[in-house]
Nanobody, 117 residues
């Protein structure tokens, strides 16, 4: 088990912003693609954004232009800057780490983001 520690969730009004953080052990962080996923009750977990260890990012279409993923290698931390939030962005957001060439994805416990209309 790899401890991924998330923080930053909470309640925000539609149109507002939040920043999520996730810290991983250095032994994992430096060799992994890191990402954020989200899940609502009764739905499958879906990709939000990922960032490779050399900074290449990918985004789901539904967050392009609104969310930004970044990583700070000095602190073994990734961030998800979320802006122009919509009620449909309400979900549990999970941090994920997958070692390059590995088959296992490690998950955080999740942090709840609630966007009120």
């Amino acid at each position: 088990q790899v401890p991924l520690v998330e923080s930053g969730g909470g309640l925000v009004q539609a149109g507002g912003s939040l920043r999520l953080s996730c810290t991983a052990p250095e032994t994992v962080f430096s060799l992994s693609t890191m990402g954020w996923y989200r899940q609502t009750p009764g739905s499958q977990r879906e990709l939000v954004a990922t960032v490779t260890n050399d900074g290449i990012t990918t985004y789901a279409d539904f967050v392009k232009g609104r969310f930004t993923i970044s990583r700070d290698n000095a602190y073994n931390t990734i961030y998800l800057e979320m802006s122009s939030l919509k009620p449909e962005d309400t979900a549990d957001y999970y941090c994920a780490a997958k070692r390059i060439g590995g088959v296992t994805t490690y998950w955080g416990k999740g942090t709840l983001v609630t966007v009120s209309s």
